[in-house]
């Protein structure tokens, strides 16, 4: 419960400190797991101070055990190995300092390191954090590689000498940092972020020697694969040798089994890419070559046809035709004419025959009103009525008569 105070009523820190232990009592023995990352065992001392530490948060606590605890595991438990603790948390008051009382000490074996191991890949890989979907391409040739590495290590030897050899002009911002025991991971997070903030580093190679299960641990750690799952920039994992598979290689863009064949996989081989340049530059010339004489082989058997090497040659063959169809032309359009010509002539002699004016030629004459009108019998005609009378050669003025009515009388 909280306590009751105020600037007038202060409690002593004595008190504070009792009251810290009261609550520290009340949680009982936890079983604690981490890494040892100091030993001391004085000799003749009844007592081994160990810290453990938890190297994914970067927290330690301190850890007191008898020396009959200790020598149960001192064979197998050093600096550096990972255990789990039976212990029960103590509150040391005059000092105000919390430590753990051990109980028990059981070393982490290999076994259940690969088996949690699985379990952490499993549930990253349920998030989608080793998706192929994910993965980037590496540049064709980048121009700043970071590297993650070992101060002075084979590691950062391999990759440095392998990828000058390869492409001399290659650059590397190097970062050196642990790449095992307890400081490995938080440190390999910040140069891997700090990298990765830099816009001129293309690509970032994270390289580390061989090593046991235990050395390698780092490589697996949650918090450094979720900081390279969030990297913008391509990641090479090239961690130990081709059997050493850490959780890095999972997510990683790249994975290369050995530091060395990561400098391969990264920057091109100048020699290569000289002969392959050489060998694209003689293929393009061949196809260029083959297409120009394809062509001209072409272009000389158009120019050996007939009509190319003697282009009238095809007038002078159509003219003969052209000759024959004109005559055939003529003939017919002349039998044409003279047939029509003779059917004109006879339909003008039936017309000139029975034409009125051959009639009138035969000696009759066509009777016509003052109004142009013909004659056509005689009850038309009045007395004395003029009548107009035509002949083959002119005509002339007639009177009636009343020849009908003086017959009668």
């Known amino acids: 419960m909280a306590l009751s105070t105020s600037p007038d009523a202060p409690i002593p820190v004595g ?38 530490r938890d190297p994914s948060h970067d927290i330690s606590l301190s850890v007191t055990c008898y020396r009959a605890v200790f020598d149960r595991v001192a064979d197998v438990v050093a ?8 212990a029960k948390p103590e509150w040391y008051a005059p000092r105000g300092s919390l430590s753990l009382r051990a109980a028990e000490i059981r070393p982490v074996g290999v076994g259940e390191l690969l088996a949690r191991l699985e379990q952490l890949k499993k549930s990253l890989a349920r998030e989608g954090l080793f998706d192929a979907e994910r993965k980037r391409p590496l540049p064709f040739l980048p121009q700043l590689i970071g590297l993650v590495c070992g101060r002075a290590s084979a590691a950062e030897r391999d990759v440095l000498e392998n990828a000058r050899h390869r492409w001399p002009a290659v650059r590397f911002e190097v970062r050196n940092v642990p790449v095992q025991g307890v400081h490995a991971v938080p440190k390999v997070i910040e140069a891997v972020r700090e990298l990765d903030a830099l816009d001129e580093v293309d690509v970032i190679v994270v390289a580390r020697g061989g090593g046991s299960v235990e050395d390698l641990l780092p490589f697996s750690d949650e918090q450094l694969v979720r900081a ?22 999972l997510v990683a863009d790249l994975r290369a089994s050995t530091p060395t064949d990561a400098a391969k996989r990264v ?47 095809m007038v002078d063959e159509r003219e003969e035709q052209v000759e024959g169809l004109l005559g055939r032309a003529r003939r017919t359009f002349g039998h044409l004419l003279d047939r029509a010509d003779s059917e ?30 013909v004659v056509r019998a005689a009850d038309e005609v009045a007395a004395d009525e003029e009548l107009r009378a035509r002949v083959a050669e002119g005509e002339f003025t007639v009177r009636a008569v009343a020849y009908a009515a003086e017959e009668e009388a």
Not at 37 to 42: A, E, G, P
Not at 284 to 303: H, I, K, M, P, Q
Not at 356 to 371: E, M, N
């Open 228 to 249: 390279v799952a969030a990297c913008r920039t391509p990641v090479v994992s090239a961690i130990g040798h081709e059997p050493d598979s850490p959780l890095l290689d």
């Open 15 to 52: 008190q504070v400190s009792r009251l810290i232990g009261g609550w520290i009592d009340r949680l009982g023995a936890v079983w604690v797991e981490g890494q040892i990352t100091q030993l001391s065992r004085r000799p003749g001392a009844g007592v081994v101070f160990l810290t453990l």
């Open 344 to 373: 004109l002539s006879h339909t003008h002699a039936r017309v000139v025959a029975l034409s009125p004016a051959a009639t009138l030629r035969r000696g009759y004459a066509v009777l016509q009103h003052a109004d142009g009108s």
């Open 79 to 86: 600096e550096g190995a990972r255990v789990v603790v039976h």
């Open 267 to 313: 920057v091109p081989d100048v020699g290569e890419e000289l002969a392959r340049v050489e060998q694209l530059g003689g293929r393009a010339l061949r196809a260029v070559t083959s297409l120009l004489d394809r062509e001209e082989r072409g272009l000389a058997a158009v120019r050996a046809r007939p009509c190319m090497e003697r282009p009238q040659r």
